[in-house]
C-alpha cells in the first residue's frame, strides 16, 4: 500500500509534470494559448533544440550558472565547516540556539532578506552613508547590482542547506578521532585536512549538492541583486516563458538545465557507493 | 622513562575530578588506574594524554613538565576505548599516520608492527572490514608506531567479548613486555587489573586510595572501599575478612545460618548470618552442593585473616 502510493505520488508530482515539459520542449510555438502546438499537431518543425545551441546566448546563460551555483556551493560548505565546528565546540546547551541562529533568517520572508541586502547596499544605503560619514570614501561606491552583492545574496539564501547536513555529519562523528590525529602529532590544521574533511566527505559532497542544485536554477536573486548583465539560466528560461512566450524554447531550455544537473549527481551516487 | 604525578587537580565547574592526586610509575610497568565510574580515572588519563587541562599539579615525564605541552608534542601516545581508528584511511595508513607526521615513515616499520600484532597482511584493509579485536589490534599498532616511552590505554579491552578479552589481556601482557614501554590502563574491571598489571591504582573520588602489586591490594585493601571494591569483602567493625578466608563445616567458633547461595562458576557464593546478626560472606570450592538455604552452620576463619583498615 505505502509502496503504491509513493509511486502514485510521484508519478503525479515528479514525472508527469517532467512530461509536460518534455513535450512541450518538443512543439511549436503558436499564437493563443496555451501559446503552443504539439509536436503530432503542426505541421512546422520543432526548432527550440536548435535554437538552443544556434548562438551562445543559452550556452553561456547555462555556463555563468554553473560557475555561480559552484562558487556559492563551495562556498557555502567553505563556510559551514568553521560554523559547524564553532557550534559543536559550544556548551550542548548552548548548541540548539547557535543553530537556531543560523536559521532564523529563514523564518524571515525571502523577499524581505534580500530586501535588507538592497537597503545595505544601494547608493544611499547604510554601507555607502556609513562609509562616507567617516570619510572613508567621497562619494557613493555601487555595490548593488554586483557580482559581490549577488553572491552575498546566494549565500545568505542557500547556507543552511550546507550547514545543517555537514552539522549532523560532524556531530555524529567520533570526537577522538580529532584527539588520536593531535596524539599521534597532528597540529590542528593537519588533523582538519587530515581527519575531519576526509572523513566527513561523503557529507560535504551531499552538502555541496544541495546547495548546488537549486543554485543553478536560481533566477530571483539574480534579478534583485546582481549586475544587470549576467544573463543567467533561470533568467534566460523566465525571459522565454513569459516575455517571448516561446513556451518550446524555454522548456528546451528547462531539460537542458535538468540534464546538467543530472550529471553530478549521478558522479555523486557513484562516489558514495566506492 | 619514569612517569611522576604530583598534586594534580580538576574540578568540572564546581564538581572536583582529580584532588591532589599524586602517582609515580615505575619505567617499564604495567599499570593499572582501577576506579569506578566517577573515580576521575578517565580524566586522568586524558590530563596526561593533553586533552584536559588540569587545574594545577606537574606531570613529569623523565623529570621534563610535560603538563603546559599540547598533545601532539607530548611524548606519550594514547589508545582509546573507541579505538578512533580513521575509516577513510587504511589499516596500514592509520598506522603510518603518526610516523608520516613526524617524517619518519618507512613501509617495513608499518609492516613489522602488524606482524608484531599478529595483523600481517591486512594493510589495505579499511577498518570498517575488521572485526571487534582486529581494529582493536590496528589502535595498538598506531599507538606504538613512534616508540612511545609511555603508552596510554583507555579501557582497552572493554569494547570486546568476554571470549575474547582474556587472550587479548594476554596479547598486551606481552607486547608490554617486548616493547618495554610503561602501559599506563584505565580499567573499571577489577579482574582485569589484577590480572595484568604489576602495579594497582585504586582511584576513589579523585585520590589514589592505593597503589601497590594486585596481590597486595588485593590481600591487604588499606581502606574500606578497597576492599569491597575488589570482591565481595566482609568488613567487620574496623578490619575486612575476605569471604575465601572463612572455613565452612560442622566445627567452628561462630554459629551462623545459611540466607542465600549464588553461583559464582568456579565457588559457591553463601550469605551467611551469625547469631548476632552479622551478615558474612563465605566462598566455597564449586565442587561440592553448598549448604541448603536455612541450615546452621559453624564459620571459623584465622585471626591474621583480619585485615585492619584505614580511614
Known sequence: MIRAGAVAWLALLVAAPLLLVLVIAFAVPDEGLPPF????????????????????????????????????????VGLSYPMALGILRAQPRLRAW?????????????????????????????????????????????????????????????????????????????????????????????AFCTVTLPASAAAAGAAFLLVFIPAVGEFVVPELLGPPEALLAGRAIWQEFFQSRDWPLAAAASVALLGVLLAPIILWQRLERR | M????????????????????????????????????????????????????????????????????????RPCAMMFQSYALFPHLSVHENIAYGLRRAGTYQAARVRELLELVGLAGLDSRRPAQLSGGQQQR???????????????????????????????????????????????????????????????????????????????????????????????????GNHALRPENIRLGITGTVPAHVLRAGFRGETWLLECRTADGTALRVALPAGAPPPPEGSAVMLSWDVAAMVPLGA
Open chain 1, 37 to 76: 502546438r504539439l509536436p503530432w499537431a503542426s505541421e512546422a518543425p520543432n526548432e527550440s533544440w536548435a535554437l538552443l545551441t544556434a548562438d551562445a546566448f543559452f550556452l553561456s546563460a547555462l555556463a555563468r550558472s554553473v560557475l555561480l551555483a559552484a562558487v556559492t556551493a563551495l562556498l557555502c
Open chain 1, 98 to 190: 547557535l543553530l537556531g541562529l543560523c536559521v532564523l533568517p529563514f523564518a524571515i520572508g525571502f523577499v524581505l532578506r534580500m530586501g535588507a541586502w538592497i537597503g545595505l547596499l544601494r547608493d544611499s544605503g547604510l554601507v555607502n552613508r556609513l562609509l562616507i560619514e567617516l570619510g572613508l570614501a567621497s562619494e557613493a561606491w555601487q555595490m548593488l547590482y554586483a557580482w559581490p552583492a549577488l553572491l552575498a545574496g546566494m549565500l545568505h539564501s542557500y547556507l543552511p542547506f550546507a550547514l545543517l547536513p555537514l552539522y549532523a555529519a560532524l556531530a555524529a562523528r567520533d570526537p577522538a578521532l580529532e584527539e588520536a590525529a593531535a596524539d599521534l602529532g597532528a597540529s590542528p590544521f593537519t
Open chain 2, 2 to 73: 619514569s612517569l611522576r604525578i604530583e598534586a594534580l587537580h580538576k574540578s568540572f565547574g564546581a564538581t572536583p575530578a582529580l584532588r591532589d592526586l599524586s602517582l609515580e610509575l615505575p619505567a617499564r610497568s604495567f599499570v593499572a588506574i582501577l576506579g569506578g565510574s566517577g573515580s576521575g580515572k578517565s580524566t586522568l588519563l586524558r590530563i596526561i594524554a593533553g586533552f584536559e587541562t588540569a587545574d594545577a599539579g606537574r606531570i613529569m615525564l623523565d623529570g621534563q613538565d610535560i603538563a603546559p605541552l599540547p598533545p601532539r608534542l
Open chain 2, 138 to 236: 590496528v589502535a595498538l599498532a598506531r599507538a606504538l608506531a613512534r616508540k612511545p616511552p609511555l603508552l596510554l590505554l583507555d579501557e582497552p579491552l572493554a569494547a570486546l567479548d568476554a571470549g575474547l578479552r582474556a587472550a587479548t589481556g594476554a596479547e598486551l601482557r606481552r607486547l608490554q613486555r617486548e616493547t618495554g614501554t610503561t602501559f599506563l590502563m584505565v580499567t573499571h574491571d577489577q579482574q582485569e587489573a589484577l590480572g595484568l598489571a604489576d602495579l594497582v591504582a585504586i582511584l576513589h573520588g579523585g585520590r589514589v586510595a592505593q597503589l601497590g602489586p594486585p596481590q597486595q591490594v588485593y590481600a591487604r585493601p588499606a581502606t574500606r572501599f578497597v576492599a569491597e571494591f575488589l570482591g565481595a569483602a566482609n568488613i567487620i
